[in-house]
């Protein structure tokens, strides 16, 4: 098939016009236009009249329809063996598709149309993305995106890959290499895909799974009977061994013997504790007779103790009496010699007084003369301050007359010196006139006569001569010197203004005066700080601070003048009498502080042994009696400890007999624990017989049993069937590899008619370079060249986008094998590639073109100039 024309109408920005891309030639057709021209417009246009039904409503079809509306139609006139043929269709309104011959005879209308068309067509190069066509930006083979309708786009074209070169390589076995073999894989996949998961594992909702999950259950509610039926054996069994306890425990004479049994442990244990209530008491009398003969001891023991704690006490009395004379007296002793240490020490304190006083007189008329002397010294300096101040306001009053700065004075040694300069290269190559006259004619120029002697010519000048006529002098080189001289007295002339200096000596002297008043300044400011570092303001505080201090000291009230040797050696002397007596004083004090506190000490012991003898005397109480209560109290202590014998031996006759209380007790509780464990056994029994009987007859009713062996046949028919189908899983996984192991060996083979026709074109770009395929998607995954591989995405831009458009001109070419050319129509490729790589495409795309046809859209006209090709005529009309 080959495309001659195509015309849009109302479509996009062609809104109420129709646009005709006509003369399409049979080899390289190239459309170049400029940006926003509808290149892309025709190339949608295109897509939408062979693979968009007529009657879509999509997206994409309402793209091509502009703001204002209205039908979108499109058309193309197609070139076929049998002839030519145009096909049409209208989109959104008037609805229509139709097929006609060279003739204008209608061949197929609306679907049949549809149908006519999708059989030209085939599904090989289906969509703008397709194996043939290149939409603008699109340099990939297939759809980068992960969308549904992208990953729906992948498999399309892969298939219609796999349809082409399974179609291409007829001769490799039918099964192993060819599209048979794709659809046993595919059945065998979809066979698989029914009972599996691509994991191998069982699909959810398969029969696989089903029977599964099936027997699982069955499995379940067969161990739930199993459970069951063991529960009615366990409870039968459970049955016969109660009903045999309950016999055991209701046997005539049983219940009988209990209850003798614990009558007599009654009866043992009341007089065993009769027994032990009356050991009780007699142990209660012998404790209350040991409690009178420990009074009666403790009476006799109190009687001796106050006869020896009253004679003691009259001991420490005396005693004590006598250390209380003892210190009082040394405590008057000590009295005395602290008043007398403490008179001297009065007077020694009174002199050294005395003499501090003679020293501060002293200090006093030295400290009122250094103030004095400070007072003239800060004084002194603040009038040389005030003075130096007013010389350095004169001084900065002048600094701010001199104009005439040290940058200045450069500048104008610069400007005198370029004027020297300027001077000497003029005088070395000036031109000089000299007149001498013998007539009283004169020579003029510019009107003016010229007197005798010298004149410098800078310039071209014209000179009028009397009686004979013009001379012109011209000085050449000489005159840019002269105007130099001229510019430089110019420039020094301006320097000297600035400063109002009259010549370059005056400026001179003024600088120099400057820099004698800046010098004079700094001294001026050193000196200033040596005066007063911290400023005037600060000596000026200081000054009035001496003077205050100066006016505080108040002249000295000694009349006649002190001798500071002899007011030291009278201080000294005062010291050391004053710590001598010091000293004594706090000797003596310490000495009467210690006696004090002695006599405070014997004090306290009399009084502490006056007390106690007191209440010796008490507890011993009347002398005369004393002998009478002793000798009373041993008799009490006496009787009680005869009542305390008496008591032990009935309490040692009533325990010998007594009969063993916890054998008694312990023999009750046994009896007792016996009859009531017997009776509440019974109960529970009969409570547990009753319990297994009513879950025995419950058991039997529901049939569990016959249950068990229902579902046990129907678990083994369930895991056979499960069983089953792993084994066929297991075999389509196997038929499945095999087959792709067998595909695998033959994808060389199955390549090699792509491979045939990309070679010569890929040689154009690269020599020696070859391209590998993936196996799974059919596409180009690497570039071998100079012995390395590289892969696809490794490469770069404009790399991919060449062996993206060359795989796809091998794909027209197989087209062209299978004897149905296609056009392969590129809408803005080759964008990446360099100048000497496009011209090698252009190579190959009219190597393709040779055979079957190629149209380029491109809005780069002067790259695709060295294209070539034919170039159609593209008209734009007004519909009417």
Known sequence: MKLRSLTLTNVRKFAGQSATISAIGDGVSVVSEANEFGKSTFFDALHALFFLKYGAATREVKSLQPRAGGAVRVSAQIELPTGKFTL????????????????????????????????????????PAGLLWVRQGTTALEPGGTSGAEKTEKERLLGARRDLLSSVAGEIDMVTGGRRMDRVIEAALQALGRLATATGQPKANGPWKQAQQEAQALAEKHTELDRVCLELSDALVQRREVSARLEVLEAPGAQEALAAGLEAAQTAHNAAQDHAEKCAQAQ???ALRRLEMEGAQAR??????????????????????????????????????????????????????????????????????????????????????????????????????????????????????????????????????????????????????????AHRVGQRAVFDLPGIGRMTLDPGDAAADIMAVETAQTALQAALDAVGMADVDAARRSAALRRETVAEIALLKNVQETLAPEGIEALQAAVAQALAAVDASSPSQSKAPLDPVEVAQRLEAAQKAEQLARVDYDTSRDTRDAARAALARAQALRDAAQTGFDLAAAAYGDPDAFEARK?????????????????????????????????????????????????????????IIADLGATIRARAEDGVEEKREEVAGLLQAAQERAARFEHEAAGLMLLVDSLRAKRGAAQEAYFGPVQQELAPLLALLHADAALSFDPASLLPQGLARGGADEPLDMLSGGTQEQIAILTRLAFARLFARQGKPMPIILDDALVYSDDNRILAMFTALHRVAADQQVIVFSCRQMAFAGLGGTRPVVEITQDR
């Open 88 to 127: 049409e269709k209208s989109f959104l309104a008037q609805k229509r598709a139709v097929v006609k011959d060279e003739s204008g005879t209608v061949v197929a209308l609306d679907d049949e149309a549809e149908r006519w068309i999708a059989h030209l067509m085939g599904s090989g190069i289906e969509g």
């Open 631 to 687: 000798a009373e109290a041993a008799r009490d202590y006496a009787l009680s400890a005869v009542a305390v014998e008496d008591a032990n031996v009935a309490l040692d006759r009533l325990q010998k007999a007594a009969p063993d209380l916890a054998n008694a007790t312990a023999d009750l509780a046994r009896a007792t624990s016996a009859f009531e464990n017997a009776r509440e056994e019974r109960l529970r029994l009969k409570t």
């Open 284 to 286: 209660d009398q012998v």
């Open 300 to 453: 006799l023991d109190k009687l001796i103790a106050a006869a020896e704690s009253f004679e003691k006490a009259g001991e420490q009395l005396s005693d004590a009496r006598s250390a209380f004379a003892d210190a009082a007296e040394k405590g008057t002793t000590a009295d005395a010699v602290t008043d007398r240490a403490q008179t001297a020490l009065s007077e020694a304190t009174a002199a050294l007084t005395f003499a501090q006083a003679a020293k501060e007189a002293l200090q006093h008329e030295s400290l009122t003369k250094n103030a004095v002397e400070k007072y003239d010294n800060l004084k002194a300096r603040l009038g040389q301050m005030m003075q130096k101040r007013d010389a350095l306001e004169q001084a900065n009053a002048a600094l701010a007359a001199q104009s005439v700065t040290d940058q200045m004075l450069d500048r104008i040694e610069d400007a005198n010196a370029k004027l020297a300069r300027a001077q000497a290269e003029a005088a070395a190559g000036g031109v000089q006139m000299y007149l001498e006259y013998e007539a009283a004619e004169k020579v003029s120029s510019n009107g003016k006569a010229l007197d005798a002697g």
